[in-house]
């Protein structure tokens, strides 16, 4: 079982900049990949971004590449989405997910992960 527990939304203006913290507990770091999501109010989970259990390879969705970056310090058993040059469409509450993978592979479906953190709400005002 994996425990999952984000930090890090807020509000900022257009433009600016937010990195959300997720931190993994409960079960061994080095054979999970973790994925972020977002929900907006009214809208399905939509996948903002994935990073492979050694942190090496990453995947974005397109709306974000050039602009998230996920990265992941195992020895903290934490991963970090930095995100810059937010504009408002990426108003949403970011939620980050964990699934055990021992292949090569993206997983972008919110039923491809197991375990869920409780979110953090992220507001871009225009």
């Known amino acids: 079982h994996v425990q999952l527990v984000e930090s890090g939304g807020g509000l900022v203006q257009a433009g600016g900049s937010l990195r959300l913290s997720c931190a993994a507990s409960?079960?061994?770091?080095?054979?999970?990949?973790m994925g972020w999501f977002r929900q907006a109010p009214g809208k399905e989970p939509e996948f903002v971004a994935a990073i492979s259990w050694s942190g090496r390879d990453t995947y974005y969705t397109d709306s974000v590449k050039g602009r998230f970056t996920a990265s992941r310090d195992a020895a903290k058993n934490t991963v970090y989405l930095q995100m810059n040059s937010l504009k408002p469409e990426d108003t949403a509450v970011y939620y980050c997910?964990?699934?055990?993978?021992?292949?090569?592979?993206?997983?972008?479906?919110?039923?491809?992960?197991?375990?869920w953190g409780q979110g953090t709400q992220v507001t871009v005002s225009s």
């Open positions: 997910a964990a699934r055990f993978q021992f292949s090569s592979g993206w997983y972008t479906g919110n039923v491809d992960y197991p375990y």
């Open positions: 409960g079960r061994t770091f080095s054979s999970i990949a």
